[in-house]
């Protein structure tokens, strides 16, 4: 099992800038994916930005040029620098980890965080 603690929401200005933590505890081998995505009032929640194992990157092309996902393989944690922040990336960020490899050899699938609130004025 994974426990994903977020940490870094707030209320920002319109062209400020925050970052998000997220920190994977519990028992497993590997992590493979770590993502962030957010949910809106009234929308679904949608993917936001991911990073694999390797380092390979995605992002939603609202976000691309002004979000910036790393990860630290050896601490378990993924941050999420958001940079000229737009009142449209208000909502509620969740940290993700879309598969596990646990000490029994079984894949476990899709953990979530608490979610952490951006607020962004304009």
């Known amino acids: 099992q994974v426990q994903l603690v977020e940490s870094g929401g707030g209320l920002v200005q319109a062209g400020g800038s925050l970052r998000l933590s997220c920190a994977a505890s519990?028992?497993?081998?590997?992590?493979?994916?770590m993502g962030w995505y957010r949910q809106a009032p009234g929308k679904q929640r949608e993917l936001v930005a991911a990073?694999?194992?390797?380092?390979?990157?995605n992002y939603a092309d609202s976000v691309k040029g002004r979000f910036t996902i790393s990860r630290d393989n050896a601490k378990n944690t993924v941050a999420l620098q958001m940079d000229s922040l737009r009142p449209e990336d208000t909502a509620v960020y969740y940290c993700?980890?879309?598969?596990?490899?646990?000490?029994?050899?079984?894949?476990?699938?899709?953990?979530w965080g608490q979610g952490t609130q951006v607020t962004v004025s304009s």
């Open positions: 519990g028992t497993f081998l590997r992590i493979n994916a």
């Open positions: 990073i694999t194992t390797g380092g390979p990157t």
């Open positions: 993700n980890v879309d598969k596990i490899l646990q000490p029994n050899g079984r894949f476990g699938y899709s953990y």
